[in-house]
């Protein structure tokens, strides 16, 4: 769908539905390998973590997409989100002022969003794993990444809470901003531990940020499962969309009249909100939920608007009465979608005409 993607696991997703809290999945490799074993320290400023932890932090760039990563061992391998890397051949870590591309891939986990890249390097320094078990709400958290591009970025923030988003899979709400280019960076606690996996936001949340814990990454670390970057890039290329025939209607200016202008205001935001959140479950392949994200907005709409701006409450109630006739989901989404912009295109064009009166 034509809206900026929100680059997300489906996990992500779920919370859409669901969002209950609870404790995070699997239990800490003490004994991990790839970590580093420095002794675990007390509590550190923002500074303090930024300083011991940049020059591991690094950059994952393709042809077309950019994210963050992390060492995880000294002799080369990389932690990133998946979805940063999915369905690419060609792999660079930029690391120390340095692009190095990707040999292999070491291990991954399609569901938790989590992949381990390996380069050609030694000498690098590894992070701390913590124990993202014992991660509670209220507890401090600093994100580093490189959001749009800009290298080395840190932010800071909260644990707003532990949120079980669907079976096997706890994530981390986090008010510390990310966003964009931040994709695979580490979170840390107040000891300089990683604690998570920077994985993406909400469109439409203020401060709804997320990753996934780090337990999760430790049993990818103790054993590979390794892929060829051609293998890999075969195996999680994304399929190719389904096409529906758009049908946007062009109403006249008079579909407005006597609607009031809060009203009309009210019918903007709320389709905006809807396609947000609709269009990026779409892009993940979640039609069937992007139509009914659609389909409750209209109904919520139809509702709200009252007896004096009934034309466009019609309208809206004609695109589901079409969008229920359809099959695939796919086209019910795009039916609703023809809906709701044939209405921004008239409050567009009526908007224009008052400004010019």
């Known amino acids: 769908m034509d809206i900026v993607r929100l680059r997300t696991s489906l996990g992500i997703l779920v919370l859409l539905l669901t969002a209950c809290a609870a404790g995070v999945g699997p239990a800490a490799s003490s004994g991990d390998p790839k970590a580093s074993s420095q002794a675990p320290v007390g509590p550190k400023n923002p500074a303090d973590i930024a300083e011991q932890a940049l020059p591991s932090v690094v950059s994952v760039v393709t042809e077309d997409s950019m994210g963050s990563g992390f060492v995880v061992s000294a002799d080369g391998l990389i932690v990133t989100n998946l979805h940063v890397v999915a369905g690419h051949e060609q792999v660079l870590v930029v690391i120390g002022g340095k692009k190095l591309p990707v040999q292999r891939v070491f291990n991954g986990d399609i569901r938790r969003d989590l992949v381990v890249l390996e380069i050609d390097s030694e000498g690098l320094r ?92 430790k049993p990818l670390l103790e054993s590979s499962s390794r ?21 946007v209607p062009k109403h006249a200016l008079s579909l407005l009249r006597g609607c009031k202008p809060d009203s009309i205001g009210m019918m903007v935001h709320s389709i905006q909100q809807a ?81 010019k009166d």
């Not at 909260?158 to 990310?178: D, G, K």
């Not at 604690?195 to 203020?206: E, S």
């Not at 293998?231 to 529906?244: C, D, G, L, N």
């Not at 907005?297 to 009465?321: F, S, W």
């Open 227 to 247: 892929l060829s970057m051609k293998t890999f890039a075969e195996t999680t290329a994304a399929p190719e969309r389904p096409q529906a025939k758009r049908q």
């Open 275 to 355: 396609i947000n959140v609709g269009a990026s479950l779409y892009n993940e392949g979640e039609y069937a939920s992007c139509y009914h994200v659609y389909e409750g907005a209209a109904l919520d709409l139809e509702r709200k608007l009252g007896p004096q701006c009934k034309k466009a409450a019609r309208v809206l109630a004609a695109g589901r009465q079409r969008a229920a006739t359809l099959e695939e989901s796919h086209e019910q989404a795009w039916a609703m979608r023809d809906a709701f912009d044939g209405l921004l295109d008239v409050v567009e064009r009526w908007a224009d005409k008052q400004s």
């Open 126 to 217: 590894p992070l701390r794993l913590g124990d993202s078990d014992q991660v509670r709400t209220g507890e401090t958290v600093v994100a580093i990444g490189n959001p749009l591009g800009l290298e080395h970025t840190v932010s800071n923030g909260l644990v707003s809470a532990v949120r079980e988003v669907a079976p096997e899979l706890t994530m981390l709400q986090i008010s510390a901003p990310i966003a964009p280019g931040s994709s695979g960076g580490p979170l840390f606690n107040d000891r300089g531990e990683v604690i998570g996996v920077a994985t993406g936001i909400l469109v439409g949340g203020q401060n709804l940020n997320f990753g996934v814990p780090v337990n999760y990454l």
